[in-house]
């Protein structure tokens, strides 16, 4: 089917932001393998799509400070965990979103 070939894109509303999250390290500095149910869910991620941003008091859209690409940090129940096209991605506001990395 047509729709199939075509990947589903995802628009987050208003001053929401779709994270994937960063691959952990399967081992530690020691060289010693962590096994799956042993790893904590990393808080770092990149910035997948951002929302228009939220509407202030005087009904004007207040933009977001963070853009597509941003590698972030973010708390460890931050967001909500949603399966699109097979990809694990988060959805959060941006006030979950604690810093962004920078070079």
């Known amino acids: 089917m047509i729709e199939e070939a075509v990947r589903m894109k995802l628009r987050p509303l208003h001053?929401?932001?779709v994270?994937?999250?960063v691959k952990e390290e399967?081992?530690?500095?020691?060289?010693?393998?962590?096994?799956d149910n042993a790893k904590?869910?990393?808080q770092e991620g990149v910035v997948v799509a951002v929302g228009a941003g939220a509407f202030g008091d005087d009904n004007e859209r207040i933009p977001l400070?963070?853009?597509k690409g941003d590698r972030i940090l973010f708390g460890k129940?931050?967001?909500t965990e949603v399966k699109v096209d097979g990809e694990d991605l988060l959805i959060m506001k941006e006030s979950d979103?604690?810093?962004v990395l920078e070079k």
């Not at 399967?26 to 096994?35: A, D, L, S, Y």
């Open 77 to 79: 129940w931050s967001g």
């Open 19 to 21: 994270v994937r999250r």
């Open 15 to 17: 001053d929401r932001v």
């Open 97 to 99: 979103i604690m810093g």
């Open 40 to 42: 904590e869910k990393p």
């Open 26 to 35: 399967e081992k530690t500095k020691g060289g010693i393998i962590i096994p």
């Open 65 to 67: 400070d963070v853009k």
